[in-house]
Nanobody
Framework: QVEVAESGGGLVQAGGSLRLSCTAS????????RGWYRQRPGNQRELVAT????????TYADSVSGRFSIFRDNARNTVYLQMNKLKPEDTAVYYC?????????????WGQGTQVTVSS
């Protein structure tokens, strides 16, 4: 069974950068997708970026494409979200999830979230 924990959130000025980390403990050979979600105040949780498959295919929400980058370090069992050119509307609690594509993200391992606040 996998458990994940996020870190790296904080307060940053608009235009700045942050790198979030999501480290997993335990193992589950069925996990083949990892992703970052966020929940902005008053909104539902939304998918931000995913990385999946043996070729590390990545996908991004339109709102972050070109500014955010998801990548992983298998040796550290960690997935990162590099966030550049941050905007106030990026303010949210960011969550990571590790899941099996066939089962779907709802059945994945979710972290507790890390707060990102971008000031204008």
């Amino acid at each position: 069974q996998v458990e994940v924990a996020e870190s790296g959130g904080g307060l940053v000025q608009a235009g700045g950068s942050l790198r979030l980390s999501c480290t997993a403990s335990g193992s589950d050979a069925s996990v083949n997708a990892r992703g970052w979600y966020r929940q902005r105040p008053g909104n539902q949780r939304e998918l931000v970026a995913t990385i999946f498959g043996g070729a590390d295919t990545t996908t991004y929400a339109d709102s972050v494409s070109g500014r955010f980058s998801i990548f992983r370090d298998n040796a550290r069992n960690t997935v990162y979200l590099q966030m550049n050119k941050l905007k106030p509307e990026d303010t949210a609690v960011y969550y990571c999830n590790w899941w099996n594509l066939a089962a779907g993200p709802s059945f994945g391992a979710w972290g507790q979230g890390t707060q990102v606040t971008v000031s204008s």
